[in-house]
């Protein structure tokens, strides 16, 4: 039999001793098995018991009990009068069959259902033949319903406090997505959308002769965001520079980053080495872009663009007049 | 006697308020009529709208100030749908054979209206995209946010990043002109590099061990197709991944 938090059966005290009308310290008193219990306040329908073990407990006239082990029988049921200990036939009525007209102990109870006929005569506890209160001598009378004021209610089941949901998370400082966020977003859409437009109204796209796989031009370039890579080339054998570092560096390295680095901290000042290499692969990207974008003339040989010119073609038509 | 404004606001608000309007705009909408600000409808703003059902209801603080992610995620989506677009604007006037698609784009530059802006923003978009994906990279990488339980999500963003740059290449080509020719020519020698398998990549990608006619019909499938196709796949994953992984990553 679970433990019945004392909060929980001091709460239960509390709605009893409201319904009856006397002082909460008592009802607890009597629901520790310490006192004497409670007349009750009016004809509240007497009845069996219910068969939930543990919290059941007539309320009504019968004194009953407030058990304890339900193994035990004959243990410390103050005075359980009559029927109390008298073993029930195994076949307890169920639950739900069996009228309750319960306060329990422990939290409580009591819900009122059409009284069954053979409740009259075994009620029951379970098996053990735990408490179980009332004998009245009479078939039951059907409680049709609580009595005024009276709140009915049947424990289900007691769940500690822990367990189904632990939050671990700390509460943060939160602001709502509308307005705040979108609104930064908005603008943020409609400034690239500008900067766009204005670039696509400035900047031709470039369009050569149509394509001849018999005239290479002089130099072919890649696009831009792979003119590293062919930097990288014109100083590596290209099972390095053309394999090695897109795929094993480049993919495998950027995915693997995550799991390379350790370090749990996100503080820039706990991170010195990580950011010191992203930010040379950065600078080094960005070298060997801008090399072979703008330094690189007719054969792919060293030029200085202010001297020979851009050999870049997308940037062939870069300011665009009417 | 009213004035115009007046009887033009009263229309409206009968416009707003009308059956079909409150059919249309579920509660929350801030131009539902009778729509106030209260916290309640600032939730519902978010959870009842399709696309901004992206986002939480509400995001860190930390997270809202513009110097945090320099909005660089958001573009390159934004990037991606802009580019979708114009993208099909450019396929109505567009045939991927060896005959048609060089006069194809010269006459979208001089014969279509609007057809010279749209093909520069399609380029310049997919240049400024390639760019936003990077540097979103690189914000990311700067703040630790591919740090547990991020660390997938950094994956996938390096395979978007992958993709942007496929979607990028395949493009290229379709012009069909010099520029492209040669710049896929050195691209895809690139892939020829690969150990045991490098010439078999480079036919597969090239329909056969050089660029010709049936490159730019598999280039343009490639390209308005399977790529697409492929990333917003892993967009979807990569979004539910941040709100599933805790949203915005820091304080730093």
Redesign the interface.
């Known amino acids: 039999m679970a433990e019945i938090p004392e909060s929980l059966l001091r709460r239960s005290a509390e709605a009893k001793a409201k319904a009856l009308g006397v002082p909460v310290e008592q009802i607890l008193a009597e629901m520790r098995g310490e006192a004497p219990p409670t007349p009750p306040p009016a004809a509240a329908a007497a009845q069996p018991e219910s068969s939930q073990p543990e919290s059941s407990q007539p309320e009504s006239s019968q004194p009953e009990s407030t058990q304890p082990e339900s193994t035990q029988p004959e243990s410390t049921q103050p005075e359980s009068v009559a029927a109390a200990s008298e073993p029930a036939p195994a076949e307890a009525v169920p639950a739900e069959t069996a009228p309750a007209q319960t306060t329990p102990a422990g939290a409580v109870a009591v819900a009122d259902a059409p009284a069954v006929p053979e409740s009259g005569n075994g009620h029951s506890g379970n098996g053990s033949g735990r408490v179980a209160a009332t004998v009245s001598p009479r078939p039951v009378a059907p409680p049709t319903g609580a009595p005024e004021g009276v709140r009915t209610q049947r424990l289900l089941t007691v769940v500690k406090a822990k367990a189904i949901q632990q939050v671990k998370a700390e509460p943060?400082?939160?602001?709502?997505?509308?307005?705040?966020?979108?609104l930064?977003?908005f603008v943020?859409?409609l400034a690239?959308?500008a900067?766009?437009?204005v670039?696509?109204?400035v900047?031709?796209?470039?369009?050569?002769?149509?394509?001849?796989?018999n005239?290479?031009?002089n130099p072919?370039?890649?696009?831009?965001?792979?003119l590293g890579?062919?930097e990288l080339?014109s100083y590596f054998d290209?099972?390095i520079a053309?394999?090695t570092v897109?795929?094993i560096v480049g993919?495998i390295g950027?995915?693997m980053?995550?799991?390379v680095?350790r370090?749990?901290?996100?503080?820039?000042s706990d991170?010195k080495f990580?950011?010191m290499l992203?930010t040379i692969f950065?600078c080094g990207s960005a070298t060997l872009s801008i090399l072979g974008v703008l330094f690189r003339g007719r054969g792919f040989n060293f030029s200085y663009p202010w001297r020979d010119g851009v050999f870049f073609?997308?940037l062939k038509d870069w300011v665009h007049f009417e | 006697m009213a004035t115009i404004k007046e009887r033009v606001s009263e229309q409206m608000d009968r416009l707003r308020g009308s059956q079909v309007m409150d059919s249309i705009l579920r509660p929350g909408s801030p131009f539902k009529k009778g729509y106030a600000d209260s916290?309640r409808n600032?939730?519902y703003?978010?959870m009842n709208n399709v696309l901004?059902h992206l986002?939480?209801?509400?995001?860190?603080?930390?997270?809202?100030r513009?110097s945090y992610t320099l909005?660089l995620g958001?573009?390159s989506f934004?990037?991606f749908i802009?580019l979708t677009i114009t993208g099909i604007f450019l396929m109505f006037y567009y045939a991927p054979t060896?005959e048609r698609a060089?006069a194809d784009?010269?006459a979208l530059?001089t014969g279509v209206a609007f057809g010279?802006?749209v093909?520069?923003?399609h380029?310049?978009?997919a240049?400024?995209m390639?760019l936003s994906v990077?540097l979103h990279m690189?914000r990311v990488?700067?703040?630790?946010?591919?740090?547990?339980p991020?660390?997938f999500n950094?994956?996938v963003g390096?395979v978007l990043l992958?993709l942007t740059?496929l979607l990028?290449?395949s493009g290229?080509l379709l012009?069909?002109?010099?520029?492209?020719?040669?710049?896929v020519?050195?691209?895809t020698?690139?892939a020829g590099?690969?150990?045991v398998v490098?010439d078999q990549v480079k036919f597969a990608l090239l329909a056969g061990p050089?660029?010709?006619a049936a490159t730019l019909l598999r280039f343009y499938v490639l390209h308005v197709l399977f790529f697409p196709f492929i990333i917003v796949i892993f967009m979807a994953v990569h979004f539910w991944r941040v709100r599933k992984d805790g949203g915005i990553?820091?304080p730093?």
């Open positions: 943060t400082d939160k602001v709502n997505t509308w307005p705040h966020l979108m930064i977003e943020a859409l690239i959308t900067l766009l437009l670039m696509s109204v900047i031709h796209s470039p369009l050569l002769e149509p394509a001849n796989v005239a290479t031009p072919s370039k890649a696009p831009w965001y792979f890579l062919q080339l290209p099972q053309g394999v897109p795929t993919l950027f995915m980053i995550p799991y680095d370090n749990p901290s996100t503080k820039p991170r990580a950011i992203y950065l073609d997308d | 916290p600032r939730s703003v978010i901004y986002h939480p209801v509400k995001v860190k603080r930390h997270g809202v513009l909005c958001g573009l934004f990037l802009l060896a060089y784009v010269q530059s010279s802006l093909r520069n923003m380029r310049w978009g240049h400024l390639v990077f690189s990488f700067y703040h630790g946010a591919y740090k547990p991020r660390e950094w994956v390096v992958l740059l990028s290449f290229y012009p069909w002109d010099q520029l492209a020719l040669w710049a020519t050195v691209g020698n690139m590099f690969v150990p490098g050089e660029v010709t990553s820091g730093l």
